[in-house]
């Protein structure tokens, strides 16, 4: 449950719930409603009812903040039938954290240490919203009483709606409290591979045997995430008897899995594409100059987003203007739209920049044809050790896709001849 | 209703519940709740009990595509208590649809034409999959029946999941039919204006006035939504008998609203900075050419996004390493962030790219100082009618942040620049 009147006025989208859910997938968790709900007490315990009465564990997310339209405490007190009350360790906590940034704390903040009575309050406590774990018995409800219930056989938790604070509380005290329920006495780890170029059916032939196997051992499991633009993730999971024995599992399967995929494995867990080429060229003592034509910067921009990106990249020119590949870049009177353009780019790259390894797009990003040359045409050029290449890709798509897929195909370009050169 | 075990799973995060959202706010219609679920069919089923028990009317969006697991149209069958039966003029629709585009039709697709009896069919059909309105009598249920309910007392809609298709059915079906039954009498109209350089509460205090006048005359509403990065929106409603009076409160509210916030206002409804600039270069026959350093190829990314930016855009340099700043752009031997840094990079965008206007940046992006500069530091340089001009902005926050905030500051600095002339 997600709670605040700006998430169904559409003034912010829910992403902390697509963020649970995919952490509850990868911890083997079945979830399988998700409701945004206003600030509004009737509503909120309605669909607390709701959602307990379909069932067992109730994540809600947000309204835990110090003002007044914060009352996800004062609902779910109404669904346990009890009392708020406050909790002077949480009090001390909170003063503790303000005392800390050498900030005066509002009086209203004490609201944040008002507990259900029952309620037990998280360890973890990244800001000063606390979270709490709050046993709830369905069937009898009741007046408000200072008895909490003996031992709930359902349960909330609740956590805040800031991003950072409400993962950190669900993965170190929400998802081990639930495997605990669940009478889990395993660890579960995980593995993403990142992946370009395979479509998801690719990918499930290409692991089809090695899924095969881990449906008979029950070691681990394959599953893939489309991650638009970015490529295809493959997430390995294990599940083990310790940290060691599932680290073993996660990399045994991961060998397997990129012996079968091969390159198109560009990196795990949180490398990205731009940042895996930083990488290498780093590696590999390499400088790289751009000339981005109809990707209009777009290379440029992913890879200067990089920390440390200044050890590799020289600098790019966009040669929007015709006149500028050959003005700046040198370019001969050729198409711009060409492959004798995309080489020359590439190559006045290297040059004017002064770089070693040289990459060039030009195209045509539409809507309309570019130099005869049909909207979604991009021709890439790669200038390097010497040589040239140029290859030419076609989206039938809109602008903005063109152009950012015309950029992560470059990349993808680049990387895959920077690991044919190393290795 | 978002219907989908990809949403659950946080493969995709919901952002057509937050669009729905936004446009029922905007008519006027009270949203309380919104739901992900998963394609079971006894839980979208459960979920729509639960949705008529509470709500007058439900929305549902996604699972009425052709592969097995679009089951909307079957769970709202069940809901209903009818049999789903094929449609014949919307199997002729979808023929139509795929000889159109010279495609095979799928006999899958067939599917798409099962509408449970008494629903009826959206005339406004993007795609393959049509919109239904399905009347729901609640209180009784019974078995499936071929009796259609006479006259259901609440409704569920029934959109695809595919954003545009979504969004033409809502808008120029949904809503007009909510409204309707609402017994709504009136147009409703619209007018956003987007701004940057106000927060929320200085926007408010200009207003304040005016939004006084709008509670007492009723004739109009203005509210604020927040756009992260891109500025915050002012949203004027108006709502009155007819077109033509509805267009004269918003042109009146409009102009009001622009005297007290100013050159902040930049553009409306679809309008986007860099789009307002391409037009306002355009219009004064002006060309432009950009040295990013700090920024690294995104002002030049996001102008190129706007179809015409070659008309005004020459091209860019993006000299990350200090040298490129000397050899490319010509700048002198002084401190990468600085003052005259960013002025000789300026000049130099307009001198070497062969443009009437020069945009530059330098600085530090972070997360360690650069050139003696603090991270978040961020220099901005323009030269224009011969002219140069340096400011200076710094931003407490990490690396991606720091330089799309430099961008969109250094895009409204020549933003404010071009009205003062062209003014």
């Known amino acids: 449950m997600a709670v605040g009147t700006e998430l169904l006025l559409g003034q912010i989208v829910d992403t902390n719930s697509s963020w649970i859910g995919e952490q509850l997938a990868l911890a083997g968790i079945d979830s399988h409603f998700q409701t945004k709900v206003g600030d509004n007490l009737d509503r909120m315990v309605a669909a607390f009812e709701q959602a307990l ?32 009350r406050r909790d002077e360790a949480v009090v001390e906590r909170i003063r503790a954290m303000f005392y800390r940034r050498d900030r005066q704390m509002p009086a209203n903040n004490l609201q944040q240490a008002d507990v259900p009575v029952g309620a037990r309050v998280m360890d973890v406590q990244p800001g000063t919203a606390p979270g709490l774990i709050c046993p709830v018995r369905r069937g009898e409800p009741g007046p408000a009483t200072a008895d909490p219930p003996a031992d709930g056989e359902k349960v909330i938790y609740a956590v805040p709606g800031v991003p950072w604070e409400m993962q ?45 196997r881990l449906d008979t051992t029950g070691e681990a499991t394959i599953a893939f995430l489309a991650s638009g633009m970015e490529g295809l993730k493959v997430r390995i999971t294990a599940k083990a008897a310790d940290d060691e024995t599932a680290g073993a599992v996660l990399s045994a399967v991961e060998s397997r899995a990129r012996a079968v995929i091969g390159e198109a494995v560009f990196g795990a867990d949180d490398d990205t594409m731009e940042s895996v080429i930083v990488a290498l060229m780093q590696s590999q003592g390499l400088t790289l100059g751009l000339a981005e034509s109809v990707t209009g910067g777009l290379i440029a921009a992913r890879l200067t987003d990089v920390p440390g990106a200044s050890r590799v990249l020289r600098g790019a020119v966009v040669p929007y203007d ?51 040359a049909d909207a979604g045409t991009v021709w890439i050029g790669l200038h390097l050790d010497g040589g040239g290449e140029a290859s030419r890709v076609r989206f039938n798509m809109a602008r903005t896709m063109v152009r950012q897929l015309g950029t992560i195909t470059a990349l993808n370009l680049l990387r895959t001849r920077l690991l044919a050169r190393g290795g």
């Open 53 to 84: 009465d379909r069932s067992d564990a109730v994540i809600v997310c947000g309204g835990l903040g110090p003002t007044p339209d914060d009352i996800t405490r004062a609902a779910i007190a109404a669904v346990m039938g009890v009392e708020l």
């Open 168 to 212: 950190k509380m669900v993965s170190e005290c929400v998802l081990p409290d639930l495997q605990a329920r669940a009478g889990e006495r395993h660890v579960i780890r995980s593995r993403t591979l990142r992946t370009w170029g395979y479509s998801e059916s690719g990918l499930a032939e290409l692991l089809e045997p090695e899924m095969r």
């Open 322 to 372: 015709r006149e500028i590949k050959t003005d700046v870049l040198g370019a001969p009177d050729v198409n711009a739209v060409s492959s004798d353009m995309a080489l020359a780019m590439a190559e006045g790259a290297c040059r004017v920049l002064g770089a070693d390894v040289g990459l060039a797009t030009t195209g045509a990003a539409g809507p309309d044809p570019h130099e005869g």
